[in-house]
């Protein structure tokens, strides 16, 4: 099992951007896909981008798609969410998620472990 620990959230005006950061512990962090997903207040987790195990294949929500950027650096064991053009309909917790495979997978069932979450809050 595999632990993943994210940051970079926090409060930003519309139109912003922020970075997050997932570091995952263990030596095999290369061999599987990674994904993030956000919760908002009262509503479902939702998928919102995925990157396959070498970095080669990504996959993002309508939603977010030309405004984030998912990426990995396997050789530190971390993966990146850039967010540009924050709207304040991203506003949730962003969670970091591996998944059992080295495809990439949309599903919440596909992944086997999860961070903590972090607050990112968009104001208009």
């Known amino acids: 099992q595999v632990q993943l620990v994210e940051s970079g959230g926090g409060l930003v005006q519309a139109g912003g951007s922020l970075r997050l950061s997932c570091a995952a512990s263990?030596?095999?962090?290369?061999?599987?896909?990674m994904g993030w997903f956000r919760q908002a207040p009262g509503k479902e987790r939702e998928f919102v981008a995925a990157?396959?195990?070498?970095?080669?294949?990504?996959h993002y929500a309508d939603s977010v798609k030309g405004r984030f950027t998912i990426s990995r650096d396997n050789a530190k064991n971390t993966q990146y969410l850039q967010m540009d053009s924050l709207k304040p309909e991203d506003t949730a917790v962003y969670y970091c998620a591996a998944a059992v495979t080295s495809f990439i997978v949309t599903t919440r069932s596909a992944y086997k472990s999860w961070g903590q979450g972090t607050q990112v809050t968009v104001s208009s």
């Open positions: 990157i396959s195990s070498g970095g080669s294949s990504t």
């Open positions: 263990g030596r095999t962090f290369s061999s599987y896909a």
